[in-house]
C-alpha cells in the first residue's frame, strides 16, 4: 500500500519561482545566486518528498511539535519601552514618530 | 434567496435585472488592557509611541504570548454571531510595509477560533458568517509631502506604534447580502452585539470597528461576478452609499462591453465615488506560514461553555421582548431605538409600576435623548402619566408637555401638573359641538372631505384644536368626524 506520494505532487522549484519568492521578499539576488537557490530549495522540497513517501494516515496533523498548548499572559499592563530611549536608536525621529521614506503600496 | 425585492428603494439603482452580491470584513479592536501579544496598554489616542515594547516594535528575540482576555472576548462575540468555537493556530501574513515593524501581520488562516455563524436582519434574512479570528492591528503611519495627503506622490511618511499589535477580530460573512441597506443592518446589529457583550467599543469614528466592503453584480441567477474591495467605509452611511455607488459602476462598465478586474478600491466620502487603490494580490503572495512562537490554541469545552452561560441577553432577543411587552412591531423605528440605547429595561420598570407599556415606549423614547441614556426619572411618574393619557384625562399633546417636565425636574406628579396647567381632555360632548360649529363656519371644507378630499379635513381639525385651545383631543376630533361624514 503505497501511501499519498502519487496523489501529491511536490511542486517543482524553478528559478522564476525564486524570483518570484526573492522579489516578495525584497532581495535582490544575482543570477548566480539564483541558480544556487534553486538548487538548494530543490533538495529541501526533495526532502519533503521523502516525508511523503510514508502512511502518515495514523498520525494527526500538528501545529507544532511542542506538546504543550494554551500559553496564556494575563491582561494586565506592564510598563513597555521608554520613548526616548527607543527614538534615540532611530535613523530619523520626527515628533515623537518614526520617519521613514515613502511607500508606493499600502496594506491595512 | 434574492433579498432585493424586499427592499424596493433600492430596486431602482441598479438597472432591470441586474442583482448585488456583497460581502463585508469587519475590523473590531477588542476592548482589553493590553495588546494581543505583549503587555503594553491598548489604549487610544494616546501620545505617538509611548504604547510600544520589544514586541510591538518587532525587535530580535522578542516572543508573542496571547492574551487571555482577548481570545475571552473572541469567544464572547463568536458565541453572540452563532459560531462554532474550535481549536485554532495562528499564522505569519508576510509583506513589508512601514506601519508593520515586523514585516509580518500575525493572523488567523485556515484554523480560525470562530467559525460558520450567522446572523439575522430584519424582515429574517440570514446573512451568513464565515468566520471571526483573531489577528493583530497594525501602527498607524501618516503621509507627509506631495499634494494630497495621501500615500501616492507624498515625501515621507511618520509611523505611531501605539496601535500595533492591539488585538482586533475579523468578522467575515458569507456574500449573502444583497443591498445598501442590508449591509447597513449589518453593520449596525453587529455593533449593537458587540457593544452587548462588551467586546469592543465599535467607534467607527476612532477606527475601533472598520469596514471592507466586497461587491460584485451579477444578472439574476447567474454565477457571481468578479468582486471590487472598498476600503476607507468609516461610517455606516458611507456603507450603504459606498456599495450603491460601485455596483452601479461595475453595471455599467458590464454593459458597456468591459470587464470588472479584481481589485482593491478607495472610498472617497467627500467625493462620493470609489477609485483604484491596488491590483488584488494573490493571497499566496502573503506567504502565510504558521507561526512558529506561538502554540496551539484550544480553549475547551468547558471554558467555552462557561463564556456562552455568561452572554447577556442580545439585542435581537431584547427587541422581541420589547415587542411582546408593547405590541409594538419588532422591527419597528422605537423598538430597535430603545433597545440600541440601553432604555428597555426602563420601559419595563413603567409596566411594572402600573404603566400603559405601548405609551411608556413612546415616552421613553421622545423624552430621553441619546446623550441621557439612563432615565433618572421615577419609573412611576412615567406610569401615572400613561394612565392619565389612556383614561383620556389629558391629551396626546398636553401629555407630551407633562412629560417634558417630569424629565427636566428628574420626576414629579403628572396629576398636579395636569392641574396647574389647567390641562384636561374636553369630555366627548364638548368636542362635539366644536365639531358641528366648525362644519357650520366652513361648509366648502366640510363639502370636499365628504367627497372624498381627505386633505380638506385639516382645515376643519385645525379650526377645532385652535376654539378647544388645545384641549381636544386630535384623535377623538378626527374619529368624530369620519363619524359624521358616514
Same mark, same amino acid.
Given at each position: 500500500m503505497s501511501p499519498s506520494s502519487d496523489a501529491k505532487t511536490t511542486p517543482k522549484i524553478t528559478a522564476q519561482v525564486v524570483a518570484k519568492v526573492a522579489h516578495l521578499a525584497r532581495l535582490d539576488l544575482t543570477e548566480a545566486e539564483l541558480a544556487l537557490m534553486t538548487t538548494q530549495l530543490t533538495g529541501m522540497l526533495d526532502h519533503f518528498g521523502d516525508i511523503d513517501k510514508l502512511d502518515l494516515s495514523a498520525v494527526a496533523p500538528m501545529a507544532q511539535p511542542f506538546p504543550i498548548k494554551n500559553v496564556y499572559r494575563e491582561d494586565v499592563v506592564v510598563p513597555g519601552l521608554d520613548r526616548q530611549e527607543v527614538l534615540d536608536n532611530a535613523p530619523a525621529p520626527q515628533d515623537g514618530r518614526f520617519r521613514v521614506p515613502p511607500s508606493n503600496g499600502s496594506e491595512s | 434567496m434574492s433579498n432585493a425585492s424586499s427592499a424596493p428603494s433600492h430596486a431602482t439603482v441598479l438597472p432591470n435585472g441586474w442583482e448585488m452580491v456583497i460581502g463585508l470584513e469587519v475590523h473590531v479592536e477588542l476592548d482589553t488592557k493590553t495588546k494581543l501579544f505583549s503587555a503594553s496598554p491598548n489604549h487610544f489616542g494616546d501620545e505617538p509611541n509611548t504604547n510600544i515594547d520589544p514586541v510591538t516594535l518587532g525587535l530580535p528575540g522578542a516572543l508573542p504570548v496571547i492574551n487571555r482576555r482577548a481570545v475571552e472576548l473572541a469567544i464572547r462575540l463568536g458565541l453572540a454571531l452563532n459560531c462554532t468555537v474550535q481549536a485554532s493556530t495562528f499564522h505569519r501574513k508576510n509583506y513589508f510595509y512601514q506601519d508593520l515593524a515586523k514585516a509580518y501581520q500575525i493572523t488567523q488562516y485556515d484554523q480560525p477560533i470562530n467559525i460558520d455563524g450567522f446572523m439575522m436582519l430584519p424582515g429574517d434574512v440570514r446573512i451568513g458568517i464565515e468566520r471571526a479570528h483573531l489577528e493583530?492591528? +497594525?501602527?498607524? &503611519?501618516?503621509?507627509?509631502?506631495? +499634494?494630497?495627503?495621501?500615500?501616492? %506622490?507624498?515625501?515621507?511618511?511618520?509611523?505611531?506604534?501605539?496601535?500595533?499589535?492591539? $488585538?482586533?477580530?475579523?468578522?467575515?460573512?458569507? $456574500? *449573502?447580502?444583497?443591498? #445598501?441597506?442590508?449591509?447597513?443592518?449589518?453593520? &449596525?446589529?453587529?455593533?449593537?452585539?458587540?457593544?452587548?457583550?462588551? =467586546?469592543? *467599543?465599535?467607534? !467607527?469614528?476612532? %477606527?475601533? !470597528?472598520?469596514?471592507?466592503?466586497?461587491?460584485?453584480?451579477?444578472?439574476a441567477g447567474e454565477p457571481f461576478g468578479t468582486r471590487c474591495e472598498i476600503k476607507n467605509v468609516n461610517s455606516i452611511r458611507?456603507?450603504?452609499? #459606498?456599495?450603491?455607488?460601485? #455596483?452601479?459602476?461595475?453595471?455599467?462598465?458590464?454593459?458597456?462591453?468591459?470587464?470588472?478586474?479584481?481589485? @482593491?478600491?478607495?472610498?472617497?466620502?467627500?467625493?462620493?465615488? +470609489?477609485h483604484t487603490l491596488r491590483v488584488k494580490e494573490d493571497a499566496d503572495d502573503y506567504r502565510y506560514f504558521l507561526e512558529p512562537d506561538l502554540v496551539l490554541l484550544d480553549p475547551g469545552t468547558e471554558w467555552v461553555e462557561s463564556i456562552r452561560a455568561s452572554l447577556p441577553m442580545l439585542p435581537a432577543a431584547r427587541r422581541a421582548r420589547l415587542s411582546q411587552l408593547t405590541g409594538a412591531d419588532k422591527e419597528s423605528e422605537a423598538v430597535y431605538v430603545i433597545v440600541e440605547r440601553g432604555q428597555d429595561d426602563f420601559v419595563q420598570l413603567v409596566a411594572d409600576a402600573g404603566g400603559e407599556p405601548a405609551r411608556a415606549l413612546v415616552y421613553v423614547q421622545q423624552a430621553f435623548s441619546e446623550a441621557g441614556a439612563n432615565p433618572v426619572v421615577p419609573a412611576k411618574d412615567l406610569a401615572a402619566l400613561t394612565l392619565l393619557e389612556r *383614561? =383620556?384625562?389629558? @391629551?396626546?399633546?398636553?401629555?407630551? @408637555?407633562?412629560l417634558a417636565e417630569i424629565v427636566a425636574n428628574g420626576g414629579g406628579d403628572a396629576v398636579a401638573i395636569a392641574a396647574a396647567k389647567g390641562f384636561e381632555a374636553l369630555d366627548t360632548s364638548a368636542v362635539e359641538a366644536m365639531v358641528d360649529a366648525a362644519i357650520a363656519a366652513q361648509p366648502d371644507a366640510w363639502a370636499k372631505y365628504c367627497a372624498g378630499e381627505e386633505k380638506a379635513m385639516g382645515a376643519l381639525v385645525g379650526a377645532i384644536m385652535k376654539s378647544s385651545q388645545g384641549k381636544a383631543d386630535g384623535k377623538v376630533v378626527t374619529a368624530l368626524l369620519q363619524k359624521k361624514r358616514g
Open positions: - | 493583530e492591528d +497594525t501602527g498607524k &503611519s501618516t503621509h507627509f509631502g506631495g +499634494t494630497s495627503g495621501r500615500i501616492h %506622490g507624498s515625501d515621507y511618511s511618520l509611523v505611531d506604534f501605539n496601535r500595533a499589535g492591539v $488585538p482586533l477580530v475579523e468578522i467575515v460573512s458569507r $456574500p *449573502d447580502i444583497r443591498n #445598501a441597506d442590508q449591509a447597513r443592518q449589518y453593520v &449596525s446589529e453587529l455593533r449593537s452585539i458587540l457593544l452587548a457583550v462588551g =467586546a469592543s *467599543d465599535a467607534k !467607527m469614528e476612532e %477606527g475601533s !470597528m472598520r469596514c471592507d466592503v466586497n461587491v460584485s453584480v451579477r444578472k458611507a456603507v450603504g452609499k #459606498a456599495i450603491d455607488y460601485e #455596483a452601479r459602476r461595475q453595471v455599467d462598465v458590464l454593459e458597456s462591453g468591459g470587464t470588472i478586474r479584481q481589485e @482593491t478600491r478607495h472610498w472617497d466620502d467627500a467625493e462620493g465615488r +470609489t *383614561d =383620556a384625562k389629558v @391629551t396626546a399633546t398636553q401629555a407630551k @408637555t407633562i
